[in-house]
């Protein structure tokens, strides 16, 4: 059986309101998957492995390194910070990570 289409303005203002709360709580439930999804993804791999990182100290930073690929992530400042010193701290930081096995 088809559900009653309203014939009262009464009736179609409630349909219109029901239509939109359950719009609405489709929105909330794909917001709330995407947000499940991002964490389990939190502190993996962005390089396409999925790995979870795992952090290492460089001088006074924790600098983010993924066991499978080798790949090496900063989080935001930490390369101005590292760029910001002379010479020397960017070659460190280079050899520092060149030097570790994957």
Same mark, same amino acid.
Request: glycine content about 6%; some cysteine; hydrophobic content about 30%.
């Given at each position: 059986? %088809?559900?009653?289409?309203? $014939? +009262?303005?009464?009736?179609?203002?409630?349909? /219109?309101?029901?239509?939109? @709360? /359950?719009? *609405? @709580? #489709?929105?909330?439930?794909? #917001?709330?998957? %995407?947000? %499940?999804? =991002?964490?389990? /993804?939190? =502190?993996? &791999?962005?390089?396409? &492995?999925?790995?979870?990182?795992?952090? #290492?100290? *460089? @001088?006074?930073?924790?600098?983010? @390194?993924c066991?499978? &690929? $080798?790949?090496?992530w900063?989080?935001?400042?930490?390369?101005?910070?590292? $760029?910001?010193?002379?010479? $020397? +701290?960017?070659?460190?930081?280079?050899? *520092?990570f =060149?030097g #570790?096995p994957?």
């Open positions: 059986m %088809a559900p009653k289409k309203p $014939s +009262t303005p009464e009736e179609e203002y409630i349909a /219109r309101q029901e239509a939109k @709360r /359950r719009e *609405f @709580r #489709q929105i909330q439930q794909k #917001q709330a998957e %995407a947000e %499940a999804a =991002r964490k389990a /993804r939190w =502190r993996t &791999c962005p390089g396409g &492995c999925e790995t979870k990182l795992v952090e #290492q100290p *460089f @001088r006074d930073i924790l600098i983010d @390194r066991p499978t &690929c $080798s790949g090496v900063l989080d935001p400042g930490e390369l101005e910070k590292i $760029s910001s010193d002379d010479a $020397s +701290t960017v070659q460190a930081f280079f050899d *520092f =060149r #570790q994957g």
